[in-house]
Nanobody, 120 residues
Framework: QVRLVESGGGLVQAGGSLRLSCAASGNFFSINAMGWYRQAPGKQRELVAVITSGGSANDADSVKGRFTISRDNAKNTVYLQMNSLKPEDTAVYYC??????????????WGQGTQVTVSS
């Protein structure tokens, strides 16, 4: 069984920082891309940032220059450093990972979500 466990959310004032972590565990051969998505009340889930196994990263325009995604392949963990937070960053943040669970079998898994609330 595969699990993605997130941590690091919370309440912060505008301009503050938070660091999210997401660790993958269970039965899989390797991890391909890992990413962070978010969903605000009444809105669709949107991509925040994604990083490949080789370390290439892409960010949404709304977070460029403020958020940084990184990963530690030895720990099967992806991080999201969030700086200069704004009230509009308030959302539930979800970790996503594409895992190789068979010879040619890749599957997407999601974490349970962690709440990030930015007060003005």
């Amino acid at each position: 069984q595969v699990r993605l466990v997130e941590s690091g959310g919370g309440l912060v004032q505008a301009g503050g920082s938070l660091r999210l972590s997401c660790a993958a565990s269970g039965n899989f051969f390797s991890i391909n891309a890992m990413g962070w998505y978010r969903q605000a009340p009444g809105k669709q889930r949107e991509l925040v940032a994604v990083i490949t196994s080789g370390g290439s990263a892409n960010d949404a325009d709304s977070v460029k220059g403020r958020f940084t995604i990184s990963r530690d392949n030895a720990k099967n963990t992806v991080y999201l450093q969030m700086n200069s937070l704004k009230p509009e960053d308030t959302a539930v943040y979800y970790c996503n990972a594409r895992l190789r669970v068979g010879l040619i079998d890749y599957r997407d898994y999601w974490g349970q979500g962690t709440q990030v609330t930015v007060s003005s």
